[in-house]
């Protein structure tokens, strides 16, 4: 198969190990399509960039975080918004962090945030990408904890 318009993203479940929690986003209306739902963070990658650098890069702008140490979770090919363009989304696992300021700094892209156990995430309306893929985060995460 010969892809031509390909956009690629990837999204980071940060997870905090000491409460046991899961780091969701509320997106802004900043793209109307995805205003008020419900994120990780992450986004898409600038040309040329590393999938692990351009995740890091998107902490620091959307959270004013690092993420120190980043495994993949899960890759998926999936159709796109845009026509005969494809989607590759990566998922990721971060639970070695930290905040700049010692808490999340929200840019624009987002208006809250919130600290919810695993069994909560269905409680929140998600975008496209992470509703598709939701599912695989508890069995990693338990394969470690």
């Not at 780091?23 to 999938?51: M, P, Q």
């Not at 351009?54 to 979770?73: A, D, F, P, Q, Y």
């Not at 998600?126 to 598709?132: A, E, L, Q, Y």
Request: glycine letters at 4%; charged letters at 35%.
């Amino acid at each position: 198969m010969v892809l031509n318009k390909v956009l690629f993203a990837q999204k980071c479940v940060v997870y905090d190990k000491k409460s046991k929690k899961i780091l969701i986003l509320k997106r802004s209306d900043y793209k109307s399509n995805t205003a008020n739902l419900w994120d990780f963070v992450g986004g898409s990658y600038d040309f040329g960039e590393d999938s692990i650098d351009g995740l890091k890069r998107e902490g620091v702008e959307e959270l004013r975080i690092n993420l120190n140490e980043i495994h993949t979770i899960n890759y998926y090919a999936l159709q796109a918004d845009k026509p005969d363009h494809t989607f590759i989304f990566g998922l990721s696992f971060c639970d070695d962090f930290e905040f700049e300021k010692k808490v999340p700094i929200l840019s624009n892209e987002h208006t809250e945030f919130v600290w919810v156990d695993i069994d909560e995430l269905n409680d929140y309306e998600f975008v496209d990408s992470i509703k598709r893929c939701k599912d695989k985060i508890k069995p990693f995460i338990e394969r470690f904890y």
